[in-house]
């Protein structure tokens, strides 16, 4: 019982062999033989057969057939497997879904290639937004690059430096007007407040603003391109320059003085000339900030992601004294420059304003799994949604480096709250400066605070039917949206979402028992069956043995009886191992017949999301509803 519920009294556990025993008819018996055991464990013979004897130091294994058919089909089946609803009164069936998960639609495509096209359909239909937006900005990318490339091809042909540098100064010329695009074009996507704000205007219809780091990612890639390319380009053009005459190349570059006597060789052209000067430190930079960017960097040196994006002033000064020295043409840097920078400057001026306000904090406490929940004062006028995120920077930590995090607290509560997993130097480094033991007496450090930003996982109410599915620390975001659920129940409030179904999975319910406590709340105030929450515990998944058999057994015998889980101790129905997500996915359709469109939101591991995509992709594949995947990572 240590790995069930620690509330679980005496009487309980007692209710639950008494009731075992009695549905066998062996309730009167003093000691039970091997025939009485196997009529106990009568409706699990299934699960009985495919356990295994594991002793500490010892285990006694089964045929691979057996196992497999065990622990992965209980995994896969997911929703009404464990608990039928024919064992259940009329308000217990009423309490838990009756999604049939086995059922696979019959009108799917066995042909692949129709298959394939229907999955190419539906993914334009479901991102038609993001395609239009992304081919448009790809298209004006590609104009503005041969607009410059063609000036110097035919219009400037019969000049010198075009015909001692050939095609080279083309690339470079179309390149460096490319450059100057994509890289001031960062900062529109870097407008946080900006983005949050039209978010909730009418034009969201139009543009999707969810995918601003997405977008800002795409656009990294073109300017990386376009740098490469420049880079190739100058390097092929100064060795043509280098080759010439000293008196040829002081007509062609009457602004820069030399002795007529000497022959400019490379490393004049790159350490004599502003031009080649800045071009250097600028490609240095670039290639700091991009290095540090990747995953791997952000979740380990951090603190070098941090240092060296925060480089992009710097990178805007030499990119302006690069153009200024006039080597090939006259500047017209600001051009591209002059609009974005005014409105990133306005935006961080927003997020100043903010920043300056230290926040008190009101109470900090230690979870199990790394975990520590953060709650303090909520500022004048801050008003979010459910499901946004903020950017908070700890005095004690430096107040110049913040990090982003989801609320777990509702807009109608009157703090705010944050739950941080420590999973990086920063985030542990929290953890020990908010430990109550460490704290005692003293107040705690105050914050620095950002936000609140949008993101996809506020829009669940906009979908008659929301999936949310949660992962370890990645539930955060739905604590926000369920306590919110919990407040405008108890104000009669109407949805425009008729539907809501959570899906949380965690190894095991005590790393994570403050979202038990919300979960209990929602089932207490939801009078209408409004919510359907799963929960899938993974801890037993890799060891499905005798012990863990007996525990699944009486989890079921005791949901029977009591109409609450063993293990949570909450009517929510309990699962063994990772769920099926196409099967549970694929059930909605036939459970909610008439919804055309089904918003699923994840947070979780990447594993998860990704396995989450991989349902909805192939479910997008044939011609039932549309699943239309948010999801974050963490």
Known sequence: MELGNEKLSNDEIDAVINAMFKSSGIEEQAEIAL????????????????????????????????????????????????????????????????????????????????QTVNAIVRYIENHRLHIFWGSLYTLVTIGIFAERAYYYSVEREHSGLRRIAGYGVTVTRGAASGMMWTYTCLLVTMSRNTITFFRETFLHRFIPFDAAIALHKYIAAWAMFFTIIHCIGHA????????????????LFRNFFHATHELPKFHYWCWG??????????????????????????????????ATHNLYVVLYILMFLHGSGRLVQPAFFHFFFLGPAILFTLDQLVSISRKKVEISVVKAELH???????????????????????????????????????????????????HIRAVGPWTTNLRSTYDPNAIKEHAYPKLYLDGPYGEGHQDWYKFDVAV???????????????????????IKAKFTCKKVYFLWVTRTQKKFEWLTDIIREVEDSDQQNFVSTHIFITQFYQKFDLRTTMLYVCESHFQKISGRSLFTGLSSTTHFGRPEFTQFLNSLQDEHHNVNKFGVFSCGPPLMTRSVENACS??????????IHHFENF
């Open 273 to 306: 000339t502003i031009t080649g000067v800045t071009g250097i430190c600028a490609t240095l930079v670039i290639i700091l900030m991009y290095t540090f960017a990747i995953q791997y960097a952000r979740r380990h040196v951090f603190n070098w992601f941090w």
């Open 236 to 251: 092929i053009n100064f060795y043509h320059i280098s080759t010439q005459t000293a008196n040829d190349l002081t007509c």
């Open 35 to 114: 025939e009485d055991f196997n009529k106990l464990l009568a409706s699990h013979q299934d699960v009985l057969n495919a356990a295994t004897l594991n002793f500490e130091g010892a285990g006694v294994e089964i045929p691979k057939e057996a196992r497999m058919e065990n622990a992965a089909s209980r995994a896969r089946r997911t929703i009404i497997r464990a608990y039928s609803v024919k064992d259940r009164t009329d308000e217990q069936a009423l309490k838990h879904s009756s999604l049939k998960v086995e059922t696979r639609r019959t009108h799917y495509e066995k042909n692949a290639v129709k």
């Open 368 to 418: 199990p799994s790394e975990v520590m929940s953060l709650v303090f004062k909520r500022p004048q006028n801050f008003e979010y949604k459910s499901g946004q995120w903020v950017r908070i920077a700890c005095l004690t930590q430096g107040s110049r480096e913040y990090h982003p995090f989801t609320l777990s607290s509702a807009p109608h509560e009157e703090h705010l709250s944050l």
């Open 468 to 490: 949310l599915i949660g992962g370890g620390i990645g539930v955060t975001p739905f604590a926000s949206i369920l306590k919110d659920i919990v407040f405008k129940s108890s």
């Open 618 to 627: 192939q479910l997008n594949t044939g011609d039932g509803a549309a699943f």
